[in-house]
Each structure stands twice: as C-alpha cells, then as structure tokens.
C-alpha cells in the first residue's frame, strides 16, 4: 500500500512479515493444509498473541478498529507469503460480524476467547439455492420453547472445519422480507448439528452442515439479518483483493526470476521479445489491480465504499486467475504441481477469485451501485 500508516498499523505490518518470513516456505505451507482444520493450530495461536486476530474488532471491544488501509497493508503481505490461516473469514468477517451483532452476555462469553485465536467462528449464510452471493434463504428458525427450531442445510461454511460455532442464518418461519431474515450463534457441539468437512481447490477446508431440529436459546439470536452479513462482506472482500494482489505480485516475482534464469534453446527464456511482451501485460494487471485497491481505501467511511470494493473485486477476480494461468504456462508442466509456489498460488486465486461471489456477480453489484 502506498498510504501513510499509524504507530499501530506500521507495527502490526511488522509484524505479520516477520510471520511470514520466520514461519512460511512452501514445505511448511503445505505441511500446515495437511493438518485438522486446513491449517496450524499453533500458528492461529501465535496471530492471537499478535494481535492480528483482534485488529479488525472495534477498539472498544478490545480490537484495535483497523481500518482499511491497515487491513489491506496486512492482508498483501499475508498474501505474499500465501498463507493459509483463514483470517478473512474467521476475524474480519465471522468473528467482526458476531461482535458487532451479539447481545451482551453473549458477546462477554465468546468475545475474549475469539480476540485470542481460543476459539474460532465461521459464517454459515450460502446455500445451494443462492447465486452469485445472493438469493432465497431455505433455512428455517421456527419460534419454540423460549427459543428457536432450525432446520435446513448450509452445505458451504467456508473455513469451517474444526470451528468452534458457526453463525448461521436463518429465515423466520411465518414471515416475509427483509424481517424474517435472522442470524443464529450455534455452538459446534449443539445437539441436531452435523458437520461434513470438504477440501477446496486451494486446499482449505471448508463444512458442509445439517441441522435437523437444533435448538438454540432465544439469547442466542443475533441482532440483524443479512444486511448486516453484506455489510461485514464488504471488509472481507477487500481484505481478499490485498490477499489476491499479494499473492499475484508473489507469483510474479518468482516466474520473473525463472525466466530469466532458465536456458531455453541456448538463451534465457526471458530474452524472447513475446515472453517479456506477456510478463509485461501481466506487470500492468498488478499495477491496475493496486491501483483499484487504493481507490476502494480512499473512500473508507465514505458512501462510495461499497461500490468502489465491488468494481476492485470485479476486475481483480478476473485479472488474478489471468495472471495465475500465465505464469503456470511460463514454468510449463511443472507450474501445476504441488512441488511449486506458483501452483499454490494459482489454486488459491481460484479460490478468491470465485468465493463468495465471481466477478460477474460483483460486477453486476458494482453497476448497480454506480447508479
């Protein structure tokens, strides 16, 4: 990022690159997707200790109120490392939205814990009915017994394997629009809950859950509905465009250095003019990519924020994955193995790239916005 940073954001940028550079290469990367969960327990811990967990809650809820400079400078440099622990999902989406959501006693309970990676959360909301990050809710919560009745399926609760409770939404049995949209904190061990954990493309874990006449105390709902999830979204989804931006100038780097490095009919690949023509346009897409980022950051707090996230998700979405294929090409078969950062790196903007939404979809939300 090319902004001035506070005392604070400047240490916690500190901090996460020497994370990432006494913790990460890609043999311990791939050694931690192997264990429980998609990624390490200890390292989720260490962030806690750091407090990069707690920096995107509010100050006054014991975070640090990170805006989206601080956000975007931590989650490049998470990116460039490609690191797997899922701070997007599970701090600046799940574990934001319940603290600005939850009652207080409920909040009290789980708050300290989440701040230091103790316990996790992960947002249950897509179902196979939504597209495109939007759509009809078939879950239902039915009022019963100073409580409620879920029952349904969320088959996509992406960092959810191993998670301590999901927040899951819900619609009101009985009742129609924006009203009978609800949000639920279902602890993991609550009877009628079952989890199946599935891998994504990119090697992380992601649940599959059941809910077949769970009963969850009327405490237990959170204040809201899906607006509030779409408002939290918009800070996930520039923390994933930094990530995205991050990994693509990573991946960059390293096919500039191979190319000019490997010998191909008795010169460097890269002193082909239609290689350095390629490696080229791809520079440019980084530097556009930046450049759309750094907009969405000067309208922070402005009303133009939403809008300016969704076109820098529309246009880096489609420029990263363009930019992973490239690079694959440059390094031939050898791109696609798991031997390489540049095949991890290419699975992982597969992933951003089309989670929770494609570019279509926050194109089409970006035009909407605009008008």
Known sequence: MNFDLSEDEEMLKALTERFVTNTYDHTSRRTFLAEPGGFSGKNWALLGELGLIAAPFPEELGGLS??????????????????????????VLAGRLFALTARENLRDEWLGDLLTGGRRLALA???????????AIATTATPEQGGYRLDGAKPYSIAGGGADGYIVSARLSGQA????????????DTPGLRRRDWPLADGSIASALALESVHIPESHRLQGGTAQIEEVQQLADLARCAEALGIMERIFHDTLDYVRTRDQFGAALGSFQAIQHRMVAQYAAIEQSRALLNLALVTWEGDRFAEAVSGARAFICEAALTLAHEMVQ?????????????GAGHKRLLVLSRWPEGPQAALDRYARLLN
Request: proline residues 3%; without cysteine.
């Open 125 to 135: 909301h897509a179902e196979t009915g939504m597209r495109g990050g939007s759509g």
């Open 330 to 342: 440059f390094h031939g078969g050898m791109g696609v193995t798991d031997e390489l950062a540049i």
């Open 66 to 91: 990170l805006d989206a400079t601080g956000i975007a400078t931590i989650f490049e440099a998470l990116g460039r490392g490609m690191v797997v622990e899922p701070l997007a999902e599970a701090s």
């Open 177 to 188: 629009g924006e009203e009978a949209e609800a949000m639920f904190l279902i602890p993991a």
